[in-house]
């Protein structure tokens, strides 16, 4: 075709990008644009440490664009007017994208394919954030799988695709239309950030995954659940906004492993298992689309949740009375980030401890986290809730105290997000209601439950719906 556009959406990057390259393969120019949509800002779980990030993805594309000899088109509306007035503008025969997998995303897609195909213009989606998606993994019964191990199992028996590869110079003079500007950052947009959050855009993303492959990745099962060591790969974030490519990524991973011992290839495995993780879920949420409005497993809808305000925003605020709690939802608050045994430990405690309903945490998260992304988010709190697939029991309940002293056993982590403690030595750090004179000196807060009561209590009101 003559003229096609590619619209960035979660895929903020110049290589590796399935309907970027196949826009490339098969047009004589292509236009690339993004559109800033009013859900951006405006959306019920849109926090400012995402939008900062997104903003500054788009500004790290369009300068990796320019660099290349592509601009940028920009636009400010709804998604389903400004396409079609873009193909009729620029004469393109077609649309290229990647796939999304949230309903209200798909739902938006199946609209614009109508109204492009209406006036005579394509739209084409692709496979771009996922090695497998929807229905290509089924159990042999030909259903979806709900259980992650034999999911994995299925995953790893198909062979990985190789990267994409990278965008090169236009072909020949491709025509630009208008721009509108964008916010310049999260502020300027209505969402002032309060966060210290990690860097936007494809090279930042490279530049984690080459530190991380470098070493860190060694010796990521050994490491990995220890919040104050840096032994996680931090792509998370660039993951959920597409400024790096889940092929580039196992492509590194596979030359890791080529030059691991034994050892250092189990510990690789660890990190493909996450990887996997990541796409077990997108596959749940998209064949169980109800995961969104409730419980995977119907019957925990009829759990009689507390509605305490005040509980609640105590485990917000990191105010709950538990150090590594508290230290986590501060560090959370502070940087838009939370390690990911820290995010098990905070739903466990406000579902199992707390007792509350395990959507107030997920929505909180959404709001907050820079990586939040529907499919992990939901199915991680169902997981820890005990409500969905493939999740831990619903008498599995982490005990505050002693995941602390597991997972923080010197107290670093508390120390650095709860300065009121630094007194405590560490035989208390994670129970400081043990010295009630340091703790009244400290000013840090009183536990607003006890674990082991609560425990019961939480057994009592799973066991009444099972």
């Known amino acids: 075709m003559k003229t ?22 098969r047009a004589e120019s292509v236009i690339p644009v993004f559109i800033y949509e009013d859900a951006f800002r405006t959306g019920p779980d849109v926090g400012a440490a995402r939008l900062e990030f997104l903003i500054q993805s788009v500004q790290s594309l369009r300068k990796n664009l320019a660099e290349l000899g592509h601009k940028l088109v920009t636009r400010c509306g709804k998604s389903e007017e400004i396409i079609p007035q873009l193909c009729e503008e620029t004469g393109a025969q077609a649309v290229f994208a990647n796939k999304r997998y949230e309903p209200y995303a798909q739902r938006r897609d199946e609209r614009i394919t109508g109204i492009l195909n209406l ?60 721009s509108d ?63 790096i490519g889940i092929r580039t990524i196992l492509g590194e991973l596979k030359k890791a492993r080529g030059q691991a011992t034994p050892a250092q290839a189990a510990s690789c495995e660890v990190f493909l298992n996450e990887l996997i993780w990541r796409e077990f879920y997108l596959q749940v949420l998209h064949n169980f689309p109800h995961v969104t409005r409730g419980a995977f497993r119907p019957e925990y809808d009829k759990l009689q949740w507390s509605v305490n305000q005040q509980h609640f ?27 990911n045994r820290l995010r098990m430990i905070t739903a466990m405690f406000l579902t199992k401890d707390l007792l509350i309903n395990w959507q107030w945490g997920e929505r909180y998260f959404m709001q907050q986290l820079v990586d939040g992304d529907m499919a992990a988010n939901n199915g991680g709190w169902q997981w820890s809730a005990g409500t969905g697939t493939d999740a831990a029991p619903y008498f599995r309940i982490f005990n505050p105290v002693t995941q602390g002293q597991k997972f923080d056993a010197e107290g670093k982590f508390v120390r650095r997000w709860i300065p009121e403690l630094a007194a405590f030595p560490d035989d208390l750090i994670h129970q400081p209601w043990e010295n009630p004179l340091l703790l009244a000196k ?15 209590k939480c057994l009592a009101m799973f066991k009444k719906v099972k």
């Open 4 to 25: 096609a556009i590619h619209w960035f959406r979660r895929d903020l990057r110049v290589s590796d990008n399935t309907a970027l390259s196949e826009a490339v393969r």
């Open 119 to 178: 006036r005579g213009f394509g739209f084409e989606l692709f496979k771009d954030a996922v090695i497998w998606e929807e229905t290509e993994i089924l159990t042999q019964a030909g259903k979806p799988y709900t259980v992650f191990t034999p999911y994995a199992k299925a995953w790893k028996a198909k062979t990985i695709p190789p990267p994409r590869p990278k965008l090169t110079s236009p072909k020949g003079k491709v025509q630009s239309p208008r």
């Open 181 to 243: 500007p964008l916010p310049a950052s999260s502020a300027e947009a209505g969402l002032p950030l309060t966060q210290t959050i990690p860097a936007g855009g494809e090279r930042a993303a490279l530049d984690r995954l080459r530190k991380f492959m470098a070493g860190p990745v060694f010796e990521y099962g050994a490491k990995r659940n220890f919040p104050e060591v840096d032994g996680t790969s931090n792509l998370s974030p660039h993951l959920r906004a597409g400024t």
């Open 313 to 339: 925003q105590a485990w917000c605020q990191g105010r709950t009375g538990f150090p590594i709690v508290d230290a986590a939802m501060r560090c959370l608050n502070g940087t838009g980030t939370m390690h």
């Open 442 to 456: 400290s000013k840090y807060p009183e536990r607003i439950v006890a674990h082991a009561e609560q425990r019961m």
